[in-house]
């Protein structure tokens, strides 16, 4: 990939002007565009990010000015050098209010207009060594997959340090996409079960039903369908590592028999008298309030002190801000790497934004805005505007529907999750986008009200 180049745009009507400036920006590493008229520049910068831009004031129909007002909000960090024949306080003082960082009187006075080009190619590079910088950091900050350099998260880091060799069950608590599953992983790497496998079981997509078997597997002939003998995720993780994902969705009937397992280390498949010996280290995680469950019921209180043992708490992104520049940087060049755009870096604006984010759905939502941001991105940094637009309406808030957000106060009616997946033909990410819950809520209710049956 070529390496990018800032861009400069140039809006005159006068041609010479536009054929000098534009020759004097090539040289100086800008990639160039010109507009012969108001308008015309008005639509670039709505299209294009710019980073530097001669502004011709006087243009006949849409002048310099007008340009800066219609393009006020959208140009997000473009440096305007207005240019002008008749110097009037009047017109100065209103193009700095309107954003004009520069005031070149005609004719040009080349050695300042290339002073001006090479500031801001020297910005630009500046902007894309700290990215990388950033990048390069993020890496070797990584801890088994895990990205972050705040005390919080050194702490943490330190923790699995210490306890994976050891313990025997730990419970992962946290926020939707705080990083839970990478730390489970992380643990099982650095335990002594390392070249064992690491089997996932997620609580909230097994029908209640089938959970037992899933879980302890059956014998041939225990239930219609079951045509033959098989082992459950507990024997598969023989040895190794079984990972409860989202455990306070376990049913109450399988949490007394998971107990029981974990006590006496024997378990018996659906159907079967025998008892059969396993051996795996449990990690189990959480976005719940397990305590609460365990008081109003919902989860046993003598299993929660089983698997919570040893607890690891992953903190909210908003909690560890230090960390967005560096997990934006290695979002950023993964995505920019899979989509072959070459973005090496973002605004400050951009920067700005993202560190303001409240981040509800934590480092998975900012991994899919980034990764939003990169498709909209038509320039070579990432601005404000492909954030706001990755973003959508609801802003870093999270009000919007999406796979991260929380779900709605009132749970969607077994007609409203029907007309959903129907409007959306049967595809779940979509239905589960309109009725403003996660995906696996939606099988959850599509459980509940048997709607695929
Ligand atoms: N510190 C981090 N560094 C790099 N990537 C991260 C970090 N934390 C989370 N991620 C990424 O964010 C996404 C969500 O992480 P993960 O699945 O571990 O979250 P979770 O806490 O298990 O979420 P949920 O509660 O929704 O299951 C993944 O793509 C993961 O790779
Ligand atoms: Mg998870």
Known sequence: MESPKPVLLVVDDDSHVRTLLAALGKRQGFDVLTCDNGLEGIEMLRRRHIDLMF??????????????????ETSDSTHVALITGMASIDTAVQAV????????????????????????????ETRTTIHKSDAALAEQLEFHGIIGRSPVMTELFDLIRRLAPHARSVLIRGETGSGKELVARAFHRLGPRRDKRFVT???????????????????????TGASDNKPGFFEAASGG???????????????????????????????SVEGRRVDVRVVAATNRDLEKEVE?????????????VVEIVVPP????????????????????????????????????????????????????????????????????????????????S???????????????????????????????????????????????????HRLEA
């Not at 502004?55 to 006020?72: C, F, S, Y």
């Not at 879980?215 to 041939?220: D, M, Q, T, Y």
């Not at 070579?380 to 802003?395: F, I, K, M, N, P």
Request: aromatic residues 6%.
């Open 55 to 72: 502004l011709d004031l006087h243009m006949p129909d849409v002048n310099g000015l007008d340009v800066l007002k219609a393009t006020q």
């Open 97 to 124: 209010k309107l954003g004009a960082e520069d005031y070149l009187p005609k004719p040009l006075d080349l050695p300042r207009v290339t002073e001006t080009m090479q500031a801001i190619r020297w910005q630009f």
């Open 201 to 223: 079981v997620n609580c909230s997509a097994i029908v209640e039903t089938l959970f037992e078997s899933e879980l302890f597997g059956h014998v041939r002939g225990a239930f």
């Open 241 to 271: 590592t079984l990972f409860l994902d989202e455990v306070g969705e376990l049913p109450a009937t399988v949490q007394g028999k998971l107990l029981r397992v974990l006590e006496t280390g024997e378990l018996q498949r659906v159907g």
């Open 296 to 308: 109003g019921g919902g989860f046993r209180s003598d299993l929660y002190y089983r698997l919570n």
């Open 317 to 396: 992104l908003r909690d560890r801000v230090e960390d967005i520049p560096y997990l934006t940087a290695a979002f950023l060049r993964e995505y920019s790497a899979a989509f072959s755009k070459a973005i090496p870096g973002l605004t400050p604006n951009a920067e700005t934004v993202l560190a303001q984010g409240a981040w509800p759905g934590n480092v998975r939502q900012l991994r899919n805005v980034i990764e939003r941001a990169c498709l909209l991105c038509e320039g070579h940094l990432l601005t404000e505007r492909d954030l706001v637009g990755a973003l959508g309406s609801g802003g870093a």
């Open 398 to 448: 999270g009000s919007r529907a999406t796979d991260d957000a929380a779900p709605p106060a009132v749970p969607p009616s077994k007609e409203q999750v029907s007309a959903a997946l129907h409007g959306a033909g049967g595809n779940k990410v979509l239905a589960s986008r309109r009725l403003g819950v996660s995906r696996r809520a939606l099988y959850r209710l599509i459980e509940k």
